[in-house]
């Protein structure tokens, strides 16, 4: 009998995670189903439950759910801890949960890999400090970046992170925090973590923080553009979105539940061609 995964989210009629995870099945051999799953807003936890009941091996948790999902889980790997956000949920045998956050390293996975672009001794400015930028700073840091900006609307809370991250790390000098009206740019990676593109506007980005060659990449993905893109692309920037790190953090999840890593480059390419 096929072992059952999937998707946990609200909404989640779009997510595209099934048709990632039975390409990367199919590649790898596995005997796996995996699926969307609507959790009401305010059932989370008992979602969960009754799929780890029902003898599911682990799910994925997108919007809203990844606080929530930190919170449930009976352990947190390093990362997820780190991220204060679980994406990842691994049910073992006796019932238990295990959380994990793959984000970050998908994100660095797509940058390094996909994009080609090597984040060893470069300018990083990540915009935003809510969950989807506390995933991302430790891959981030782990690549050695020369520095890494955290930019916020309330700059009181990416000081926050900076202080929480500079803890962790054993007081990392490289983190440094600003609001966005103060961003020196120009960087050489500007990575979009806001919420800004789900509701087709723009963070209060300066053209400065851009120049030409900068890797612009947004979290989000569409049809389109996001208006960030289009904006990073006037100044001169390779615009990318956040296609490929949805694939690479798919992979890492994959491995987790599977002990196999898939090839993640035609899969990419597939999808790219039917968005």
Known sequence: ????????????????????HAAFALQTGQDMLYERCLAPLDAFDATVRALVAAGYGGANVTVPFKLQAADLADRLTERARAAGAVNTLIFNSSGGIIGDNTDGAGLVGDITRNAGVDLEGKRVLLLGAGGAARGAIVP??????????IANRTVATADALVDRFT??????????????????GPYDVVINATSASLADDLPPVPGSAFRAGTLALDMMYGKVPS???VFAGEHGALERDGL??????AAEAFLLWRGARPETAAILERLRQGV
């Open 244 to 249: 490929g790190m949805l694939v690479e953090q």
């Open 167 to 184: 803890a962790q790390l054993a007081q990392d000098q490289r983190l440094a925090a600003c609001a966005f009206e103060n961003i020196a």
């Open 1 to 20: 009998m096929s072992e059952r995964y999937c998707v946990i989210g609200n909404p989640i009629a779009h997510s595209k995670s099934p048709d990632i």
């Open 140 to 149: 981030l840091l782990a690549a050695l970046p020369a520095e890494l900006t």
């Open 227 to 229: 208006r960030f893109m």
